[in-house]
T-cell receptor
Framework: GAVVSQHPSWVICKSGTSVKIECRSLDFQATTMFWYRQFPKQSLMLMATSNEGSKATYEQGVEKDKFLINHASLTLSTLTVTSAHPEDSSFYIC??????????????FGPGTRLTVL | GQNIDQPTEMTATEGAIVQINCTYQTSGFNGLFWYQQHAGEAPTFLSY??LDGLEEKGRFSSFLSRSKGYSYLLLKELQMKDSASYLC??????????WGAGTKLIIKP
């Protein structure tokens, strides 16, 4: 149990286009999901905290108009990178915080999405 | 299927040494990561092993044996601030991260 999936697992796009990344908790519900980005051999950098039914909370320095987050259900959050540029190329990882049961208050990580912007 | 195993919880004494093990079965291997995560904070990168052997970084060392699908994180001279969860993650052949459930390390005075 407690599986978090991300789709797509990797994506290559042209500069200026928008890319949507999905994060799903497959067998548990999560009111809170986190979005991170990771550069090679570096720590995960928290971008935003996504709460179901409300606006996401963005970390300082993260442009909310560029990284659109939607958390429409207890099992799905999406991150849209708008007008992507090469500097947005990174590994994006989501995690979900369990709402109840054995997953309560535990954080489970997705496998990541590798974004390459040409 | 792909699987990462690590102990759920460990307890150690301040000033002592603790070894957190991680075994894995994945489709391909492109490196193993160890992260430290304090409650309510983002995971902090500790180490990355892609070749067999021991990597030492101050009080923390990480070991990898690819043939055995095994790694450990060694923490020396434990301090109270080392109380945290330690996450093992393997990058598979598709460059996807497979995460362990984390080991909660409790340090006692």
């Amino acid at each position: 149990g407690a599986v978090v999936s991300q789709h797509p697992s990797w994506v290559i796009c042209k500069s200026g286009t928008s890319v949507k990344i999905e994060c799903r908790s497959l067998d548990f519900q999560a009111t809170t999901m986190f979005w991170y980005r990771q550069f090679p051999k570096q720590s995960l950098m928290l971008m935003a905290t996504s709460n179901e039914g409300s606006k996401a909370t963005y970390e300082q320095g993260v442009e909310k108009d560029k990284f659109l987050i939607n958390h429409a259900s207890l099992t799905l959050s999406t991150l849209t990178v708008t007008s992507a540029h090469p500097e947005d190329s990174s590994f994006y990882i989501c995690s979900a915080l369990g709402l109840a049961g054995p997953q309560y208050n535990e954080q489970f990580f997705g496998p990541g999405t590798r974004l390459t912007v040409l | 299927g792909q699987n990462i195993d690590q102990p759920t919880e460990m307890t150690a004494t301040e000033g002592a040494i603790v070894q957190i093990n991680c075994t894995y079965q994945t489709s391909g291997f492109n490196g193993l990561f160890w992260y430290q995560q304090h409650a309510g904070e983002a995971p902090t990168f500790l180490s990355y092993n892609v070749l067999d052997g021991l990597e030492e970084k101050g009080r923390f060392s990480s070991f990898l044996s690819r043939s055995k699908g095994y790694s450990y994180l060694l923490l020396k001279e434990l301090q109270m601030k080392d109380s945290a969860s330690y996450l093992c993650a393997v990058m598979d052949s598709n460059y996807q991260l497979i995460w362990g459930a984390g080991t909660k390390l409790i340090i006692k005075p």
